[in-house]
């Protein structure tokens, strides 16, 4: 294992700096606030080749290493956590399962397209029943012929106003449990598919949460993605690679506020002199970069062994549990530090608080992640 970066990855690491500073932050701060989709943003990251990462040339992709998109991603959500997560969806969870179990007509048809940011992507597999428990399943697929007919609602989807393209799991027999789940590729403007309501959130204000109804959406045999049956394990591996996603979305959120808190510790005056003179401070700054430290050696591990094509389940879970439990201790002792500055929008680390708590929750809770890692310490 080496810890330096190649030309490669650190060209990456500065486009993405550069364009995060230049691009993303400017408009982070009003999009939280009027919950507008960065459109413009996302249609430039696609330019970057930052919404098909690690989609190879071939597929209209930037052909990247998943180290790359680790490095890329922290950046991106530092500045703006919701643009963040509306990249990390597209890549992760939309782009890797078309890539890893989606046939080539799949690809040249939906793949490219996601990858050159001419179409954006989702993933529909929680329901209003079926949450941490994935595999509680009440959509349905039913066989006629060569059709599948898909009806039942899904949840909490991230860019589900927005997107082209739903990767959508569904039953197509009860009976079998997990092994009764398969996967779709929908378009969502074919018939029946429609945005049935759209959350209100306490962070990622700029990204969309949409509730979807499937009402006798007829597809065809072509749109499965991966056989029948195999859809929960098409939405478990490609979570795997979500989290890294997500470990890395927390890593922004919580590098930029411990930058901000240092910034704000060499400015502010108590006691007659500035604060970060004050170990009650420099305990909390130092305590801050150690964790933030740790996080991203997990995150770029899991990354590692994706890179190697080794299994990261346990690896993706550890490093989306400890970067997600690490951006909500930051951001929670980034306003401590700001004090009741910290608590205003003037500063904004109040919004890297509010968009760190998600991170705890989607793509597996911090207590799914948990029992991921204690089910593979527990195995023979
Ligand atoms: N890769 C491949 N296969 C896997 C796998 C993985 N990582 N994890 C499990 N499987 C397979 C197992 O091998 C097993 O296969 P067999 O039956 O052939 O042996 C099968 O899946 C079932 O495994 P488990 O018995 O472990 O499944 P379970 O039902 O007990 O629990 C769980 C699994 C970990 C709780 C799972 O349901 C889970 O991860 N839940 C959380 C769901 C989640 O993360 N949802 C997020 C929604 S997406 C989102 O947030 C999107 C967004 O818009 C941002």
């Not at 993303?24 to 009003?30: D, G």
């Not at 394990?233 to 470990?247: E, F, H, Y």
């Not at 901000?260 to 005056?269: D, G, H, L």
Request: neutral net charge; glycine residues 8%; hydrophobic residues 45%.
């Amino acid at each position: 294992m080496q810890f330096d970066l190649t030309d490669e990855q650190k060209m990456i690491l500065e486009t993405a700096r550069d364009f995060a500073n230049g691009v993303v932050k400017p408009k982070a701060k009003e999009i939280d606030q009027t919950g507008q989709f960065p459109a413009d943003t996302v249609k430039k990251l696609a330019e970057l080749g930052f919404m098909g990462m690690m989609v190879p040339s071939e597929y209209g992709g930037a052909g990247l290493d998943a180290i790359s998109y680790v490095i890329a991603m922290e950046e991106i959500s530092a500045a703006c956590a919701s643009t963040g997560v509306i990249m990390s969806v597209n890549n992760s969870l939309v782009c890797d399962p078309l890539l890893k179990f989606g046939n080539e007509e799949l690809k040249k048809e939906y793949l490219t397209p996601l990858a050159q940011g001419g179409k954006l992507g989702c993933f529909a597999l929680s329901e209003p029943n079926a949450g941490s428990d994935a595999a509680r399943q009440q959509t349905t697929a039913v066989q006629e012929g060569d059709s599948f007919i898909l009806n039942g609602t899904k949840n909490f989807i991230t860019n589900g106003k927005e997107a082209n393209i739903a990767v959508v799991f569904a039953m197509t027999d009860k009976a079998k449990g997990h092994k009764g789940i398969s996967a779709f590729i929908v378009p969502t403007d074919v018939k029946g598919f429609t945005v049935s309501r759209l959350e209100h959130k306490l962070g990622i204000r700029a990204s969309s949460t949409a509730q979807i109804m499937l009402e006798d959406v007829r597809l065809t045999k072509k749109n499965l993605l991966g056989g029948v049956g195999d859809g929960f394990k098409v939405a478990m591996s490609t979570l795997d690679g979500g989290r890294i996603g997500i470990a890395s979305q927390a890593l922004g959120i919580a590098r930029a506020a411990m930058e901000e808190s240092i910034e704000f510790a060499k400015q502010r005056e108590a006691f007659g002199q500035l604060i970060h003179n004050f170990e009650a401070i420099q305990w909390m700054v130092a305590d801050m970069a150690t964790r933030l430290d740790s996080a991203r050696l997990l995150t770029l591990r899991a990354a590692y062994l994706k890179d190697k094509k080794a299994r990261f389940t346990k690896e993706a879970a550890m490093a989306k549990l400890f970067a997600a439990e690490t951006a909500m201790w930051i951001t929670t002792k980034a306003i401590q530090i700001h004090g009741g500055y910290g608590y205003t929008t003037d500063y904004p680390v109040e919004r890297h608080f509010r968009d760190a708590k998600i991170t705890e929750i989607y793509e597996g809770t911090s207590e799914i992640q948990r029992l991921v890692i204690a089910a593979n310490m527990f195995k023979d």
